[in-house]
């Protein structure tokens, strides 16, 4: 499986942004970039993916950069409701199949 | 919005039982996934399955456990001879394949083997 790697932990500020950073330098070409939260006690949530064009919705954006070697998922305004585990997790066709591998996330604390 | 829904949300049993943990996908979704995770770990992939077989497992999901779709809407984890260790939320997923779309989750199960 091509392997992400996210901060442990950030923190941000109520109603600041925030961008989550991802390396995936080992990234296929047939890779989708997903991103998914788990907010504390709860299942992991869907939040937005890409291929290779920045991708927006009510959520959140994902920024993805030109070599895709990275993406960036930025939350415009920080609510408490957003402190969750926030994963970036590589989705493709390849021997993995359709499974999603999580790693350990980033774990986002919003102070008020 | 659509939900994945999965009962109950706590069981309780003793080792050496049998349970079921249920789940009722979202109605148009064709792949069906099963997923647990240990207090403080990682969410951990158990199997995957389509077309009313499996299409991919972990080595988690061994002959204590078994998937089944048995009447078109729900969707079913089964462990014959729980564990101390079978101790987890499991969590049921649904989606339309393919790398384009996204995962829906449930609100998982509480498994507690006692």
């Known amino acids: 499986d091509a392997k992400t790697t996210q901060p442990n932990s950030m923190e941000s500020n109520e109603e600041e942004p925030v961008h989550l950073p991802c390396n995936h330098s080992?990234?296929?070409?047939?890779?989708?970039i997903h991103w998914y939260r788990q907010l504390p006690s709860q299942g992991p949530e869907y939040v937005i993916h890409g291929l290779t064009s920045n991708v927006n919705n009510r959520m959140a954006s994902l920024a993805i950069a030109e070599d895709r070697k990275s993406s960036t998922l930025i939350l415009h305004r920080a609510t408490l409701r957003d402190a969750a585990v926030y994963y970036c997790?590589?989705?493709?066709?390849?021997?993995?199949?359709?499974?999603?591998?999580f790693g350990t996330g980033t774990r986002l604390a919003v102070r008020p | 919005e659509p939900e994945v829904t999965q009962t109950p949300s706590h069981q309780v049993t003793q080792m050496g039982q049998e349970v079921i943990l249920r789940c009722v996908p979202i109605s148009n979704h064709l792949y069906f996934y099963w997923y647990r995770q240990i207090l403080g770990q990682k969410v951990e992939f158990l199997v995957s399955?389509?077309?009313?077989?499996?299409?991919?497992k972990s080595e988690i999901f061994d002959d204590q456990f078994s998937v089944e779709r048995p009447d078109g809407s729900n969707f079913t984890l089964k462990i014959r001879s729980t564990k101390l260790e079978d101790s987890a939320m499991y969590f049921c997923a649904s989606s339309n394949r393919g790398s384009y779309y996204g995962y829906t989750f449930g609100s998982g199960t509480r498994l507690t083997v006692v």
């Open positions: 080992t990234i296929s070409g047939t890779d989708y």
């Open positions: 997790i590589l989705r493709g066709s390849g021997s993995s199949g359709d499974k999603l591998t």
């Open positions: 399955f389509y077309n009313n077989e499996i299409s991919e």
